[in-house]
């Protein structure tokens, strides 16, 4: 079982940056692809961005492409999400999660492991 615990949310201006993290514990994260995902206020969890298991291959969803980066750390057990050019519109909870499987997927369902997530507002 593993456990994730994100960090790095906070309050920040629009045109801001801030840098999220997830760390793991209770097994390696290195076998896993992971991803980030987000969740506004009154709004379904969305995915963000996605990482393969070596950090070789990303992938993102088209409203934060060039602005985020999804990077691990397998060594330490930890991936991030630096995040730039932030805008009102990506105030929500971010949240790290395994990804069941080794092919590329954004649905929700293909992810576990969640953690308690991180409050992310960005003001205008």
């Known amino acids: 079982q593993v456990q994730l615990v994100e960090s790095g949310g906070g309050l920040v201006q629009a045109g801001g940056s801030l840098r999220l993290s997830c760390v793991a514990s209770?097994?390696?994260?290195?076998?896993?692809?992971m991803g980030w995902f987000r969740q506004a206020p009154g709004k379904e969890r969305e995915f963000v961005a996605r990482?393969?298991?070596?950090?070789?291959?990303?992938y993102y969803a088209d409203s934060v492409k060039g602005r985020f980066t999804i990077s691990r750390d397998n060594a330490n057990n930890t991936v991030f999400l630096q995040m730039n050019s932030l805008k009102p519109e990506d105030t929500a909870v971010y949240y790290c999660?395994?990804?069941?499987?080794?092919?590329?997927?954004?649905?929700?369902?293909?992810?576990?492991?969640w953690g308690q997530g991180t409050q992310v507002t960005v003001s205008s």
């Open positions: 999660a395994t990804a069941r499987y080794n092919y590329r997927t954004t649905q929700i369902s293909t992810y576990g492991n």
């Open positions: 990482v393969s298991s070596s950090g070789g291959s990303t």
């Open positions: 209770g097994r390696t994260l290195s076998t896993y692809a």
